[in-house]
């Protein structure tokens, strides 16, 4: 399922979109009091990841990802699969903006999975 929170996610799933290959990532900053999302981003980054999809970004993060050329998607939920397929066929539009402030979904329960590859 995908996360509604993307530093504070436990794991990232990069997703190959042409061949469906997953690889998932552990999240090791969603517990850092400061800074999980930027962390976070950087992790992506270092992956050579085209686009993000995720539930929610904060400011930090979308800065991030802005300055690095990253697309990120915003509003995704529900399942990897179908969210992979919503995006090849272009049904979710690139984020212009954070979605939530900084410090989002500090200290609630982790649930799963989210981000990725996509292109």
């Known amino acids: 399922m995908v996360d509604s929170r993307f530093g504070r996610c436990s794991y990232f799933v990069v997703v190959d979109v042409d061949t469906l290959e997953l690889e998932a990532i552990p999240n090791v900053s969603q517990s850092m009091s400061h800074g999980a999302g930027v962390q976070a981003a ?3 980054t270092n992956r050579g990841i085209h686009a993000v999809l995720t539930g929610n970004i ?14 990120v998607v915003t509003g995704v939920s529900g399942k990897i ?16 903006s954070p979605t939530v402030g900084g410090h989002f979904g500090r200290g609630r329960g982790q649930r799963t999975s989210r981000g990725g590859r996509w292109m």
Not at 81 to 96: C, I, P
């Open 42 to 44: 950087k992790t992506i």
């Open 58 to 71: 904060g400011p930090n993060a979308y800065q991030a990802f802005s300055v690095s050329g990253i697309r």
């Open 81 to 96: 699969r179908e969210a992979v397929t919503k995006y090849r066929n272009g049904e979710f539009k690139e984020a212009g």
